[in-house]
């Protein structure tokens, strides 16, 4: 289980670290959009903030999940994240759902790995 653990946190880390420097740099020209896409994307850049903040965020989570440091709150940052993430390809593009899902899974399997730091998240006072 340790190194499943260890496997799948060095998996999602660089799967973020991958996105987020690539949108960060401009690394890969942006394809054409088109539709509802088109739309969403076109109200997230006129916003200027939103995704250089995201993928900032993206950047130092995936930096402390690949290091292996604050991995906890690395999660609980990525998950609201990684839930848009989901939804914005579930009703937008579906065509890479499979790859995002298993992210998701990766995800949920490292907080199930690290249940135990999260007790006193939802301890009642």
Do not use: W
Request: hydrophobic share 60%; net charge positive.
């Amino acid at each position: 289980m340790k190194i499943a653990v260890i496997v799948v946190r060095i998996l999602v880390g660089l799967m973020f670290l991958f996105s987020s420097v690539v949108v960060l740099f401009k690394l890969v020209p942006q394809p054409q959009l088109k539709g509802d896409v088109k739309v969403f994307m076109d109200g997230v850049n006129a916003s200027v903030y939103l995704l250089p903040l995201i993928k900032i965020t993206e950047l130092i989570c995936s930096i402390a999940l690949i290091t292996g440091r604050f991995v906890t709150l690395a999660l609980v940052v990525l998950f609201p994240i990684m839930i848009n993430i989901v939804l914005y390809h579930a009703f937008l593009g579906p065509e890479n759902l499979p790859i995002v899902l298993a992210l998701l899974i990766g995800i949920l399997f490292l907080a199930y790995a690290y249940r135990r730091n999260y007790v006193s998240l939802f301890a009642v006072k």
